[in-house]
């Protein structure tokens, strides 16, 4: 499953531990957490560390926005192999991504019974018309 595959257009956001990790932010940063997580998932992963690319992908232009990145990112990232990791997006993703296993498994397994029932009724239905 290629990278982007993963990503997804929801995410969990528990409105107590978001504001308990939170409450202390200012508004701008609060809105560069929100689009960093929100890339972060859409990506399934990692945020590539570029600081310019970064800036231009999460739409900080002015100082003031380019200082709350920048400070979000030293209190909610760590900086791995050239990439912003978050832990709990991390933990997430992961959780999301047995779902969906767990999800396309399921699907698999009711797809193959319904088949098979498909396949039987039409069997029979064949040898019941050439018995006939």
Known sequence: MKKREQGGFWYPRYYHDYKAATGHLTIAE???????????????????????????????????????????????FVMDKGKWRNNRADREIAVRNELIEKKR??????????????????????????TF
């Open 105 to 130: 498994r399921a699907a698999v397994e009711g797809n193959n019974k319904r088949w098979n029932k498909t396949t039987n009724v039409v069997e029979f239905k064949k040898t019941a018309d050439e």
């Open 30 to 76: 609060h809105g560069a957490l929100t689009l960093l997580l929100d890339e972060y998932y859409a990506q399934g992963g990692p945020i590539h560390a570029e600081p310019k690319r970064l800036m231009h992908l999460l739409r900080a232009h002015t100082d003031v926005e380019k200082e709350a990145v920048r400070d979000v990112l030293a209190e909610f």
